[in-house]
């Protein structure tokens, strides 16, 4: 996907609460991001889940994606509500967000919107995530192979890095590391 950065690592070792982790590496430091990227983002934190559901059906998808599908929320929610990247809700901010530092915060807020406008933030920040969570479906129904081929791959070496993953996205069996 575009504007994202690129795959260093993937393992499948357990780490914390994580069953396995992608881990990214920046090719350049950034200070802002760009909707492209943001929806790159997206699309990529729905990977795990999409080829649980593509490879063992429906029925069959874990809990194991709860953080993923959390984030893409936020970054999906931020889009339309904080960072104005939403052609249907403008470049305004929706944010509810008081500013006080303190665990009862949510207490203090007060309703900004009106409720027809936040049935409006809530369909676009819907759309935003089924847009990409197609986009994510359709990429790895492309490329079923390459999801084998790496599956394949983790299940024999259980941590692969970014050469054995070009290995792999070029249609070549993954060297041993």
């Known amino acids: 996907v575009p504007e994202h950065d690129p795959v260093y690592k993937v393992t499948i070792i357990p780490r914390g ?101 936040a049935h409006a933030i809530d369909e676009e920040v819907r759309r935003v995530i089924e847009t990409n969570y197609n986009r994510a479906k359709t990429i790895l129904q492309e490329q079923i192979d390459k999801l084998h081929a790496m599956a394949d791959a983790l299940i024999k070496y259980e941590t692969i890095d970014d050469n054995q993953i070009r290995d792999i996205m070029a249609g070549r069996t993954p060297s041993p590391p």
Do not use: H
């Open 17 to 117: 609460r994580a069953l396995g982790v992608t881990q990214f590496l920046p090719e350049q430091d950034r200070y802002s991001m760009s909707k492209r990227r943001i929806e790159s983002m997206i699309c990529t934190l729905f990977g795990g889940r999409l080829a649980e559901e593509i490879i063992f059906g429906r029925d069959a998808v874990t809990t194991g994606a709860s953080n993923d599908i959390e984030r893409a929320t936020e970054l999906a929610r931020n889009m339309v509500t904080k960072w104005g990247l939403s052609d249907r809700m403008g470049p305004l901010t929706y944010s509810e967000e008081s500013g006080e530092v303190f665990l009862g915060r949510q207490v203090t807020q007060t309703k900004q919107v009106s409720d027809e406008t």
